[in-house]
């Protein structure tokens, strides 16, 4: 089978000035075009751009040990967050994952409620002060300073908020310029020291110093408060062997969730406020469950079961807005996936949760914001890989209930108290670097509701 060329392919640079200028256009353009399969040229690199679910399972579960993350991206994605658990391959992997896993068991999450929620009253107490003065919040910057709060205080025992913006920012170029390396890979070696390259290695050695600085404190006084999540990492041990993590994988582990972390987390609640504001309906609903569920008191962790509704606001928000939007890897076996489609060894592969969460075969009205399709009823029969916002397979993101924990308490204790509302006829527009963010930002006014 010679699968059709993803559109918008141009002499020399192939598919790849299509994916650096419009890749969710071309994206969503190639599954209208090609149908569940779409072959794609970039300079040096061949591949297949896979649409359906049962694909995406075939690569990321069936396949898994025949894909690596030798990829372009997963090259640039390094120069910042190491070899830790997103960007390293094989044993090493598996002895990491193997170390990590105890650190992120739901209980232990679950303990990190509590200071999760005490944070988020801080923010609310800014949104307060916003609202009676009828001031414009940036929603995402406020989530980004938010969840980047939650993960210096829980993983490195920092009081982050004075220092806050400038780490946002660093975050914000140092993920800009990935990208840029990634879309454009004629740009000169980070050794090289031209004034762009000076200013990335500068912003990556201030967050790999603030991190080690944390490491080392937590190391020298285990008992000292705070950096609970740190002290896990450092206590933990792999199961078979009895091993721990040296320092330089703790700040690869610890950078990688830092970093990408909190990045993640604060872009999906964004676009949560986003969707709240432009479908009321499904904004009382959430405050309906909150108000029913929680009264007047404080969220908890145990409260997370409890709030399915804010859970299925998250749920719809992670189909159309999944901050990781794109996955490649690269295929070192060739892997027959049936009808003659067979990806040849050494070429790439990828698979976009954005276009599939969009397949018109298995989302009716694609585009619509509709919480209640993950209702149990509606969500049978649905493909598992249909929805794969945190990957699938060996590889799921290791911190998926840690972030949909924090998502849910954070929504729930803010969504109580106030309704957000856009600007006269803004309309919210993805912008995909390494995650997909709201371009330059979002602009809100958040009103306090009566009861609060």
Same mark, same amino acid.
């Given at each position: ?188 070696? !980070?050794? *090289? ?5 000076? &200013? #990335?290695? +500068? /912003? $990556?050695?201030? %967050? @790999? ?59 999906? !609640?964004? *676009? ?5 504001? &432009? #479908?009321? +309906? /499904? $904004?009382?609903? %959430? @405050? ?59 070429? !790439? ?104």
């Amino acid at each position: 089978m010679h699968a059709p060329q993803l559109p918008g392919s141009v002499p020399i640079l192939k598919n790849l000035y299509a994916m650096r200028t419009q890749p969710l256009a071309t994206l969503s353009r190639g599954l209208r075009e090609c149908g569940d399969v779409a072959y794609v040229e970039f300079p040096g690199h061949a591949g297949h751009m896979l649409f359906h679910p049962d694909h995406v399972r075939a690569i990321l579960v069936d396949n898994a040990k025949r894909i690596s993350k030798s990829t372009p991206g997963f090259a640039a994605l390094r120069l910042l967050l190491g070899n830790g658990l997103v960007t390293s391959d094989g044993a090493f992997w598996l002895r990491q994952r193997r170390i990590a896993q105890p650190a992120f068991h739901r209980a232990k999450i679950y303990a990190l409620g509590a200071r999760m929620v005490e944070l988020t009253e801080r923010t609310a107490d800014e949104w307060r002060r916003a609202a009676e003065s009828n001031s414009t919040i940036d929603v995402a910057d406020s989530m980004m300073h938010l969840t980047l709060r939650i993960v210096s205080d829980t993983m490195l025992a920092l009081d982050i908020d004075k220092d806050a913006a400038e780490v946002g920012r660093s975050i914000t170029f140092l993920l800009h310029e990935l990208n840029e390396r990634i879309v454009r890979p004629f740009l000169p070696p !980070l050794s *090289w020291p031209t004034p762009r390259n000076q &200013r #990335f290695n +500068a /912003a $990556r050695d201030h %967050l @790999q110093a603030i991190i080690a600085k944390a490491i080392r404190d937590k190391r020298a006084n285990p008992d000292s408060k705070g950096g609970d999540f740190l002290r896990m990492l450092i206590d933990a041990r792999d199961e078979e062997t009895g091993e721990a993590m040296d320092d330089k994988q703790l700040l690869d582990e610890v950078g990688t969730i830092f970093a990408a972390g909190h990045e993640t987390t604060a872009n999906l !609640l964004a *676009w949560a406020w986003s969707w709240l504001a &432009r #479908f009321p +309906a /499904a $904004r009382r609903a %959430l @405050q309906r469950e909150l108000d029913e569920v929680l009264g007047d008191r404080a969220a908890t962790a145990d409260d997370y079961p409890k709030l399915p509704y804010t859970r299925m606001v998250l749920s719809e928000t992670l189909r159309l807005c999944p901050p990781a939007w794109f996955i490649s890897r690269r295929v070192e076996q060739s892997i027959d996936l049936g009808e003659g489609l067979v990806l040849p060894e050494k070429s !790439l592969v990828f698979v976009s949760p954005y276009v599939t969460h969009r397949h018109p075969r298995y989302w009716p009205d694609p585009e619509g914001f509709d919480p209640e399709r993950f209702t149990e009823a509606r969500s049978e029969g649905r493909p598992t890989f249909a929805y794969f916002p945190f990957g699938g397979g060996p590889r799921k993101c290791i911190g998926d209930t840690f972030a949909l924990v924090e998502a849910t308490l954070i929504l729930a204790t803010l969504a109580r108290r106030f309704e957000p509302s856009l600007p006269v006829g803004a309309v919210p527009v993805p912008e995909p670097v390494i995650t997909l963010r709201p371009r330059g930002g979002l602009p809100m006014v958040m009103r306090q509701r009566a009861s609060s």
